[in-house]
């Protein structure tokens, strides 16, 4: 099973370590808005995943996303920042959604061949 988490943040690396320790998917894409955050997220969790059933990690894109049978949004504002609490800032709260239609493009091609395979069973 393919997996995408969208967010290297504490509850993306959270999500991808259970995932991992776990052995519940063969292949996880994190995907993030700074690439080396994500490509170092994967780096610290290849460490231990030698000791964990296989699966492929790593860094990606939203195409990437495409076909993945569960895809994890754990972006979100920092709350460190104010950025979660902080209700008279609709642009920052409104900034979390930029990504969506990259994801949109990529999952709706995953959505309609599991909508056409489950329909034919």
Request: hydrophobic content about 40%; overall charge positive; proline content about 4%.
């Amino acid at each position: 099973m393919k997996v995408g988490i969208i967010g290297a943040g504490t509850v993306g690396s959270a999500c991808l370590t259970a995932l991992v320790a776990r052995g519940c998917a063969r292949e996880i894409v994190v995907v993030n808005r700074d690439r080396k955050r994500a490509e170092g997220l994967v780096t610290d969790v290849q460490y231990g995943a030698v000791l964990c059933p296989y699966a492929d990690v790593r860094a990606g894109d939203y195409p990437d996303l495409e076909r993945a049978a569960l895809v994890m949004i754990t972006a979100g504002a920092n709350e460190k920042t104010g950025g979660a609490t902080d209700r008279n800032d609709p642009a920052g709260r409104l900034r979390l959604l930029e990504p969506m239609p990259q994801f949109t493009r990529a999952s709706s091609r995953g959505f309609a061949q599991w909508r056409r395979r489950r329909s034919s069973s």
